[in-house]
């Protein structure tokens, strides 16, 4: 009878897992000598223990082996990187072109550079410069209509204020000759006194006396009334003069 199907998992014996362990170390490293000396293969077979020991088989050099696997081993990130480079290579390369072209078609249309042109090329230009012009007037003319309603808007806009400055000002100009000519009718304007509460307005009247000065006083005799001055050596100025004597 033949051994039966061994199952596969970790062995939880430590001794039976350390056997284990030996003899299958033994063997692949007997498959990978056979490998080598039969196919003619470069092999290269590194093995760590659980303790962390090392065991390692190698047809030629290990190290060799290492550095050629490195240098066939397939890096994504440096493919990736020279791929966005030569993406970035044919993008410029694209605008370049795409620029001088707007450099030469630009200088076609300021006049220069004519020379290489054929007919079929100048027809083509010309064209353009006709079509450029019907399109630059027709805007101008755009834009000076919009300017000419918006000036027409402002001025009637203008014109309403204008006119509704118009009425406000006739308006107050009835306000005042309303109240002035109700002031001059009122009763007592003229300076007659109204009705019976006794009071009166005063007049001033039109031609007020002129104002006098008088220094000292008269004399008055009493046995003549308050109406004859007493005269003393020829009337009432030497009295005035008697009294400043003092």
């Known amino acids: 009878m033949g051994r039966g199907r061994v199952e596969l998992k970790r062995i939880e014996n430590k001794i039976n897992r350390q056997v284990t362990f030996s003899k299958r170390r033994n063997g692949l490293l007997k498959k990978a000598y056979e490998l080598s000396v039969l196919c003619d293969a470069e092999v290269a077979l590194i093995i760590f223990s659980s303790r ?12 060799q082996t290492l550095e050629r696997y490195k240098r066939c081993t397939f890096n994504p990130s440096e493919s990736v990187t020279t791929n966005e480079t030569q ?8 605008l370049r072109a795409k620029y001088d072209s707007l450099q030469r078609a630009q200088r076609h249309l300021l006049g220069e ?9 100048l027809h083509n230009l010309e064209k353009q410069l006709e079509v450029s012009l019907a399109q630059a007037r027709q805007r101008k003319t755009q834009i000076m209509t919009e300017q000419m309603e918006e000036l027409r808007r402002k001025e009637r806009q203008l014109g309403d204020m204008n006119k509704q400055l118009k009425v406000r000002v006739s308006l107050e100009l009835s306000s005042l000759e309303a109240e002035g000519h109700a002031f001059r009718c009122l009763p007592w304007s003229s300076g007659e006194p109204t009705g019976t509460s006794g009071f009166s307005l005063f007049v001033p009247p039109e031609n007020p006396p002129e104002p006098v000065l008088q220094i000292g006083y008269d004399h008055y005799d009493n046995g003549e009334g308050p109406s004859a001055p007493a005269s003393i050596d020829g009337g009432v100025d030497g009295n005035f003069l008697q009294r400043w004597s003092l």
Not at 52 to 63: A, N
Not at 113 to 121: A, F, R, T
């Open 87 to 94: 993406s970035w290579y044919q993008e410029v390369s694209k």
């Open 52 to 63: 962390g020991k090392l065991y390692e088989f190698g047809s030629t050099s290990i190290i």
């Open 113 to 121: 550079d004519l020379g290489p042109l054929s007919i079929k090329e």
